[in-house]
């Protein structure tokens, strides 16, 4: 690997992290030594990029630091397209245009030797077939999410009972042709998974919910985790 490359690599190695991450673990992602990965990572201290830390101990990148926009690697710009067609295939109205339009902005700023990864990628995403559409407007769910705001439900079960309910929405799902929208549900005061599909109205409120939208997602992946140890525990040992 290119010195240049292998410092990108690095930069890029601490932008994934949000924790402290070694010397010896950079080493061995990038099949150097440690003693390059020092050199390297004073070489970078010294051209006044915000690493902090110390050997042993740990580094990490200060936030607000960046690079030059779509400076990709091959396998970088496989994984941006591969991901785009799932969506645009998969997605929403609104998210299936982004996608699209995001693998055209990539085709158009990457340079000539690497637009083959965009125009002729060597992977794809299968096409979605019977995608069932969502019965409300999940633009405005993507925004009531990021403002931690309420939405009002009435919701078919899949024993066509109705009920209709306030939830604090977490987050979506994507399944192959179905979405599913995590919340915090008042009605039964616990984390409640709807399918898009069965909404029958929604009403999206003023109301902010009383936590921070990034608090109500981490209980909610801890109560994701503690069911998966458990499951983990009852689940039959083989044979």
Request: include cysteine; charge should be positive.
């Amino acid at each position: 690997m290119r010195r240049a490359d292998r410092l990108f690599q690095i930069i890029q190695i601490f932008r994934r992290s949000r924790r402290p991450i070694t010397a010896d673990a950079i080493a061995l992602e990038l099949e150097t030594s440690k003693r390059t990965i020092y050199r390297d990572i004073a070489d970078l201290m010294a051209q006044r990029v915000p690493i902090r830390g110390e050997a042993g101990v740990g580094y990490v990148l200060d936030g607000g630091y960046d690079l030059p926009p779509l400076m990709l690697t091959p396998d970088e710009i496989e994984a941006a397209v591969l991901g785009a067609q799932w969506v645009a295939s998969r997605g929403d109205p609104a998210l299936a245009r982004a996608a699209k339009d995001l693998i055209g902005k990539i085709g158009a700023a990457v340079p000539e030797r690497l637009r083959p990864y965009v125009i002729e990628p060597a992977s794809g995403a299968p096409p979605a077939w019977k995608v069932v559409p969502d019965g409300l407007d999940m633009a405005r769910v993507r925004a009531h999410i990021h403002a931690g705001r309420k939405i009002r439900l009435a919701y078919k079960d899949e024993a066509g009972a109705d009920s209709e309910r306030i939830i604090w929405p977490v987050t979506i799902g994507y399944r192959d042709t179905t979405r599913m929208l995590v919340a915090w549900c008042e009605l039964r005061a616990d984390f409640r998974s709807f399918r898009t599909d069965r909404v029958t109205d929604a009403e999206f409120l003023e109301d902010r919910y009383p936590e921070r939208p990034a608090v109500l997602r981490a209980k909610w992946r801890r109560q994701m985790e503690e069911m998966r140890a458990q499951w983990r525990k009852t689940e039959p040992s083989p044979n």
